[in-house]
Nanobody, 123 residues
Framework: QVQLVESGGGLVQAGGSLRLSCAAS????????MGWFRQAPGKEREFVAA????????RYADSVKGRFTISRDNAKNTVYLQMNSLKPDDTAIYYC????????????????WGQGTQVTVSS
């Protein structure tokens, strides 16, 4: 059983930056593909970014390409999401997710989910 805990969310002005962290415990983190998803009020949860356990495969949603960067530190059992040039449309609860597979998965079908961290971008 893998436990995921997100942190780093908060309130930021448009154009600002935040770095989200997701700390994992209870499993072999280095064997899990990791993803970030978000859910805005009244909307469905959507894919943001994903990274394979080797970090060799990375995917981004078109809406965040060039602004967000996903990375991981397997020694620290942590995955990060660096978010730059934030927009009000980025306001959402951000979730990290883990999936035991080679490669990445951009769908919601992940094995484990965190509780989420709120990101609010003011205009």
């Amino acid at each position: 059983q893998v436990q995921l805990v997100e942190s780093g969310g908060g309130l930021v002005q448009a154009g600002g930056s935040l770095r989200l962290s997701c700390a994992a415990s209870g499993g072999t983190f280095s064997r899990y593909a990791m993803g970030w998803f978000r859910q805005a009020p009244g909307k469905e949860r959507e894919f943001v970014a994903a990274i394979s356990w080797t970090s060799l495969t990375i995917r981004y949603a078109d809406s965040v390409k060039g602004r967000f960067t996903i990375s991981r530190d397997n020694a620290k059992n942590t995955v990060y999401l660096q978010m730059n040039s934030l927009k009000p449309d980025d306001t959402a609860i951000y979730y990290c997710a883990a999936d035991y597979l080679v490669g990445v998965r951009t769908t919601l079908a992940h094995d484990y989910w965190g509780q989420g961290t709120q990101v609010t971008v003011s205009s």
